[in-house]
């Protein structure tokens, strides 16, 4: 599985706090990152006891992430969003700040595939890193595992992951 629970839960909790429900903006139906995505978001607050949230779907776009902010933004129980990368991030994080939602305070927001510009979001946005160069080192390889029923690929896991702590879920961390 590719998302991890504990980097997905301890990301848009932050600071140890917990939240009792996370939302989750993800990306195309169809896709496997999509479908693995949210099996590990899933896992995450259910595991803590925390209630799993409607499913706002997007295209991997800013845009999405706005329109799904908007419907995000009306519930004021929400306190946790989980956008499946980081390219839908700036959308909410915008619509979120614009209905007087602060980030982190009101609400966590945490994203998927530590693009560059994350750090530089407002606020910079908390994410899942996945070493990139080294699920291309073993695309070919799952690729010979995969049909021969060797490795069961799937549930092993692709790449390691790691979680990127910064403010878009609670006070700025020191490096």
Same mark, same amino acid.
């Given at each position: ?56 779907? %997007? ?5 999405? %992430? ?41 609400? #966590? ?41 060797? #490795?069961?690929?799937?549930?092993? #896991? ?18």
């Amino acid at each position: 599985m590719i998302a991890n629970k504990y980097a997905l839960q301890r990301g848009v909790a932050g600071g140890g706090r917990v939240h009792a429900a996370v939302h989750h903006v993800a990306g195309p139906s169809g896709r496997l990152e999509t479908r693995t995505r949210e099996q590990g978001r899933r896992k995450a607050p259910e595991a803590d006891g925390a209630r799993v949230s409607q499913v706002r779907s %997007g295209d991997w776009s800013a845009r999405s %992430g706005c329109e799904a902010g908007l419907r995000i933004a009306e519930g004021r129980d929400v306190t946790a969003v989980f956008c499946a990368n980081d390219h839908m991030a700036p959308g909410l994080l915008r619509v979120l700040h614009e209905a007087g939602r602060s980030i982190p305070r009101d609400i #966590g927001v945490a994203g998927f595939d530590d693009i560059p510009e994350a750090a530089y979001f407002a606020p910079p946005l908390t994410t899942v890193r996945q070493n990139f160069g080294e699920l291309g080192r073993r695309a070919p390889e799952l690729l010979v595992e995969e049909p021969a029923g060797v #490795g069961h690929a799937r549930s092993r #896991g692709l790449v390691p992951l790691e979680t990127v702590l910064r403010r878009s879920t609670g006070p700025s961390v020191r490096r």
